[in-house]
C-alpha cells in the first residue's frame, strides 16, 4: 500500500489479508517500512524482498496487533546479520536453481535475483565490520524521530528501515556494471557467496 505523506515524500508498507477475508477487519500491516521519491521505486524494492522477509513482516505485524508481550531478542548486530543472510540466500539460491548450463547467466530476471543477492551481501558484510556498540548506537540514530512504535515487536519493521538506510549509503555498482563483472568472474562471485552463506564467515 502506498501514498504521498505530508514531506511529500512516497510512503508504503505492507498489508496482509487472509484468502477467505470479508473485509478489512481482517486485515494487518506494517509500519511505513519505505520512503522514497516515487511509487516506482517503492515497487521496485519491494519485489526485491524475499520469502523470509515476507514471513517475518507478517509474524511481526500479527504480534503488534495482537500486543503480545515481547521476548528478549538476540543482539542488535547479530539479529541483522541473520536477517540478511537469510533473505540473501534464498534468493541467490532461487536464481541459482533457474540457471542451467545451456544459457549461463543470460536470464535477465535470475541476474537481477543475484544482484539483489549480492546488495544485501554487501550490507551484511559492512555490518559485521561495525563494532557491535557503534552499531547499535547507529541503528538508535537513524530511527530517530521516525513515527513508528518502539516495541519489541516492531523490531522487523524498524529493521527495513536501518537496512534501507544503510543500503542506500553504501556505494554500490549500478545492476548493469554488477552484470558486467558478474559474467566475467563468475566464479570468484559464486565463492564469496559460498563463503558467507554456507561457511558463515566473511570471505
Not at 79 to 84: G, Q, S, T, V
Not at 164 to 189: C, G, K, N, Q, S
Request: include cysteine; charged fraction near 30%.
Amino acid at each position: 500500500m502506498t501514498f504521498v505523506g505530508r514531506d511529500g515524500q512516497w510512503h508504503g508498507h505492507v498489508t496482509f489479508r487472509p484468502q477467505d477475508s470479508d473485509g478489512e477487519s481482517d486485515e494487518v500491516r506494517t509500519a511505513d517500512i519505505f520512503i522514497e521519491a516515487s511509487e516506482a521505486e517503492i515497487d521496485h524494492k519491494a519485489r526485491g524482498l524475499g520469502r523470509p522477509l515476507f514471513r517475518a513482516l507478517l509474524s511481526s505485524a500479527m504480534h503488534t496487533r495482537r500486543g503480545d508481550e515481547a521476548r528478549q531478542s538476540p543482539k542488535t548486530r547479530r539479529w541483522f546479520r541473520k536477517l540478511l543472510l537469510k533473505n540473501s540466500e534464498e534468493l541467490s539460491a532461487s536464481a541459482e536453481g533457474h540457471l542451467d548450463a545451456s544459457d549461463g547467466m543470460s536470464d535477465t530476471a535470475q541476474l537481477r535475483s543475484l544482484y539483489q543477492s549480492y546488495r544485501l551481501d554487501q550490507v551484511c558484510h559492512f555490518i559485521t565490520l561495525v563494532d557491535p556498540e557503534c552499531f547499535e548506537a547507529a541503528v538508535a540514530s537513524i530511527l530517530e524521530g521516525q513515527r513508528v512504535d518502539f516495541g519489541a515487536k516492531d523490531r522487523l519493521q524498524l529493521g527495513m528501515l536501518v537496512i534501507e538506510y544503510i543500503e542506500a549509503r553504501i556505494p554500490m555498482p549500478p545492476f548493469e556494471v554488477w552484470v558486467e563483472d558478474f559474467l566475467a568472474h563468475t566464479e570468484e562471485y559464486m565463492l564469496y557467496s559460498h563463503t558467507l552463506h554456507r561457511e558463515r564467515r566473511l570471505p
